[in-house]
């Protein structure tokens, strides 16, 4: 199966503009990103799709480039965009703000494509501040390792811890921290893009419940990965000092 890396990278940003471009240790945050998926053995090709030409100035230096529509409203149309002009089997739709992203998450979320038409990543939730924080999506699983559903809130609720703290609920029961991380059969992906916004993903604001709403499974890869992005500028500090060390 030939996979794809796609890295969504935009320019405008209310908490940070040009964050793509921004300088982390001497090197724009997007190249760190590229850098990263290139690693990974399971992709033919690392991809950066935007729509802003300063972006493609830039980035051009470093991998191929795909100018997409302004019009998209999500990084997934972008990516559907992209898959279109593009030979390949799947794509990994890779964040384009985390600078440290683990290679080999990629790949089994790649690997995952075997047997399943969409796939992400999550992982053990540690910090007690992540428990009822709503911008750390949660998601539960079935035995089969495919996602039930996504949420903002702390899912499941644990009826016999719920009296306890938060450490104790933890202890409790093994909940999933989403990894923003997928995975996509390539006609999975054109088909999903096709469907309206749907109740829950409207709900939730979580454009992975517009699969689950349609009956596409989402096959869930358990990682000892926590993911590190750059949301504010003071976050290049912090991802500088992990980089030294």
């Not at 190249?31 to 992709?43: F, G, I, M, R």
């Not at 690392?46 to 529509?69: G, H, K, L």
């Not at 029961?173 to 309206?196: A, C, M, N």
């Not at 109740?199 to 989402?218: H, V």
């Amino acid at each position: 199966m030939k996979i794809i890396g796609i890295i969504p990278a935009r320019y405008a940003s209310t908490r940070f503009p040009a964050k793509p471009l921004a300088l982390i240790a001497g090197k724009p945050l997007i190249q760190h990103v590229v850098e990263q998926c290139q690693k990974a053995k399971s992709l033919s090709e690392v991809i950066v799709a935007t729509d802003d030409t300063r972006i493609w100035e830039v980035a051009q230096n470093f991998c191929r480039v795909e100018m997409t529509s302004p019009e998209h409203p999500s990084g997934t149309d972008r990516l559907a965009e992209v898959i279109q002009c593009c030979p390949g089997d799947a794509a990994v739709n890779i964040q384009g703000d985390e600078p440290l992203i683990d290679p080999s998450v990629i790949d089994r979320v790649a690997a995952a494509l075997d047997g399943s038409e969409m796939s992400t990543a999550a992982t053990p939730i540690k910090e007690l501040s992540e428990y009822d924080n709503p911008n750390v999506v949660k998601v539960v699983v079935n035995a089969a390792g495919r996602a039930l559903y996504f949420s903002r809130r702390t899912i499941p609720y644990v009826r016999d811890a719920a009296s306890r703290s938060v450490a104790e609920q933890l202890a409790a029961f093994p909940f999933l921290k989403h990894i923003g991380i997928y995975g996509y059969r390539r006609e999975t992906l054109l088909q999903l893009v096709k469907f309206p916004v749907a109740p829950l993903e409207q709900a939730e604001k979580l454009e992975q419940l517009r699969a689950l709403e349609n009956g596409i499974p989402i096959a869930v890869v358990k990682v000892d990965y926590d993911s590190i992005g750059v949301d504010m500028p003071e976050d290049v500090a912090r991802v500088e000092k992990i980089l030294r060390s």
